[in-house]
């Protein structure tokens, strides 16, 4: 048999405080996904040559729109990337420029003729590579600005 209690004060059991759950993403909402330097090189890359060989395809090797589409390409990877990894963006993105001018460089002759095409089309496109790398630098600058200032913010308290 048990014992009895004692009367006095009952111990209630201590309430454990769950973290609320995780809003659920909107569905008209953007996708917001965050890319490592590498990923942020290849969706790039990637991109850039899919719409090289669009533009090859639909424009007959357009290079004024192959060079607009780079530019929201530009926004995006430097949107995308990830806070660690800033600084890649703007190394990527020209690079992913030069990948994406393959198959819209002009030269029917072979490989000498082909890298010479894609040395012309750098030459005469580098209004559309720089700024689509002066877009990217922005946005990574404004993106390290606002990360500097809120670790700022949470670091300072208030003088006691």
Known sequence: MRAARPPGPQRRPALV???APAPA???GGLPNPRLTGLGSGLFCAVVMFLLGALCSALFGASLTAY???FLPVCALTALWVRRGDLMTAPVVVPIAFAVGLLPLADGEGGTGSRLMGLMTALATQAGWLYGGTLIAGVIVIVRRIRLVRRRRTAGARPPV
Do not use: E
């Open 17 to 19: 405080r769950r973290p």
């Open 67 to 69: 060079g607009v589409l």
């Open 25 to 27: 993403p909107t569905a």
